[in-house]
């Protein structure tokens, strides 16, 4: 079973910041955070992951609470290709004996114009 | 295109016969991943490889299905006498595993339907 809990779906108004919550409340101390985007008909995009620091790429913004069990993704200026399936995981970042993503159903986050 | 790339991208079969997919990975990247998508419902993982050495199989692989990756490089996975269940999307990952990242690079992924 994912160890995550997600809202089921969110809407965002285009240019507006989207802020897509997850928590994991059992997360271990060597789990990351990853979050992966499915636009529709397209495999999974890895988006961004993190530790205990907030991170931030050329996608997205990652905020992790002090006690890691929550986490929230930002992306700054959503544009309507922002429309996509977002699911946060948490795994083992480096090595590890099972390889497996666990997905749950993710937020469906809509961009509306 | 350096990416994962997976052949076909769609596939129709009757119910009972064989299939078989192929996907190649990002060059580099040792690690490859097979996850099955049925609609409305996040990837689900099927199996992994390292290199060439299959290291992880899911439950949900049954005896109708099996995988290889014959020289660490691409991989095929083949389902046999299909049923109507088996209809999803099949996707194919890698990553560089090992003393390297697990960030996962998805495939546009073979859309199975079983008639």
């Known amino acids: 079973d994912a160890k995550t809990t997600q809202p089921p779906s969110m809407d965002c108004a285009e240019g507006r910041a989207a802020n897509l919550p997850c928590n994991h409340s059992t997360i271990s101390g060597n789990e990351y955070v990853y979050w992966y985007r499915q636009i529709h008909s397209q495999g999974p995009q890895y988006i961004i992951h993190g530790l205990k620091n907030n991170e931030t790429n050329e996608m997205a913004s990652l905020i992790i609470t002090e006690d890691r069990k929550s986490s929230t993704l930002i992306l700054p200026h959503a544009t309507l290709r922002d429309t996509a399936v977002y699911y946060c995981i948490v795994r083992v970042h480096y090595g590890g004996s099972q390889g497996n993503l666990i997905f749950g159903k993710g937020t469906k986050l809509s961009v509306k114009p | 295109d350096t990416g994962v790339s997976q052949d076909p991208r769609h596939k129709i079969t009757k119910r009972g016969q064989n299939v078989t997919f192929r996907c190649d990975p990002i060059?580099?990247?040792?690690?490859l991943y097979w996850y099955r998508q049925t609609l409305g419902q996040g990837p689900e993982f099927l199996t992994y490889?390292?290199?060439?050495?299959?290291?992880?199989k899911s439950r949900l692989l049954s005896d109708r299905f099996s995988a290889e990756r014959p020289k660490g490089s691409f991989s095929t996975l083949e389902i046999q006498r299909t049923e109507q269940g088996d209809s999803a999307m099949y996707l194919c990952?890698?990553?560089?595993?090992?003393?390297?990242?697990?960030?996962?690079?998805f495939g546009p992924g073979t859309r199975l339907t079983v008639t």
């Open positions: 990952a890698s990553s560089q595993g090992a003393s390297g990242s697990n960030e996962q690079y």
């Open positions: 060059s580099e990247h040792n690690r």
């Open positions: 490889f390292q290199n060439e050495a299959q290291l992880e």
